[in-house]
């Protein structure tokens, strides 16, 4: 991807995103918003992919057919929230390879802490594209690519429902070969690490805890 920050500007997108937005919008509804946005930000996250040519038959005749090239790509999933991203890019790209990265944000020094890795073989070989629907403080989603990094990923993307300016700019500065793709830059961070005007606790609301 050319640019280091892709905002995914689609009227379909932002018309659901202003949904999820709402304080009102069901648990039910914003799951499922998610899952429709996941699957047009996967349509645009993996716009370059490497093609091939395969020889194929149709009824009428031979022909050399477009196919994806080379090893099935790794979907790594930010938990908990990335979660909700993952099923909507799954059922788009079924065999996609998934990884998880457990990690949580210490709510006093904002600070990831990981808890849980595991991610599919061969990395170095794949796309690999990380989720978390809420790029903030950047704190994580930098530690979830540096362990990505670690762990052999050559090629990596982040995709994100949300992002801040701060997030974006952390990033930028710890992994400027990582593009971003995301449906909205948004204003700021207040004190709490918290994206504002945002749509609040993306997993709370997907998954309707507080
Ligand atoms: N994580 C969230 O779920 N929401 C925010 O606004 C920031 C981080």
Do not use: W
């Not at 304080?23 to 996941?38: A, G, H, Y």
């Not at 595991?118 to 362990?147: C, F, H, Q, Y």
């Not at 090629?155 to 997030?167: D, K, Q, S, T, V």
């Amino acid at each position: 991807m050319r640019n280091h920050l892709t905002v995914v500007d689609h009227p379909l997108v932002q018309h659901k995103l202003t949904i999820m937005r709402k304080t009102d919008t069901s648990t039910s509804v914003f799951r499922q918003l998610l899952k429709e946005i996941s699957q047009l930000l996967a349509y645009e996250v993996t716009r370059e992919l490497p093609m091939t040519t395969t020889r194929i038959n149709t009824p009428m005749q031979e022909m050399d057919a477009p196919t994806l090239d080379g090893r099935k790509l790794a979907l790594v999933s930010i938990l908990r929230a990335g979660n909700g991203l993952l099923d909507g890019m799954l059922d788009l790209i079924p065999s996609a390879r998934v990884g998880f990265v457990g990690l949580y944000r210490d709510e006093e020094t904002l600070k990831p802490v990981q808890y849980y890795f595991k991610v599919p073989t061969e990395l170095n070989d794949r796309l690999a594209i990380a989720v978390d629907p809420m790029l903030a403080t950047g704190n994580s989603s930098a530690a979830a690519i540096d362990m990505l990094k670690e762990a052999g990923a050559t090629n990596i993307r982040f995709l994100c429902l949300l992002a801040a300016p701060e997030g974006v700019a952390r990033m930028k500065e710890a992994h400027p070969d990582v593009p971003i793709v995301t449906a909205a830059l948004d204003e700021r961070l207040n004190e709490k690490g918290y994206i504002m005007p945002g749509l609040g606790d993306a997993g709370d609301r997907m998954f309707g805890t507080k």
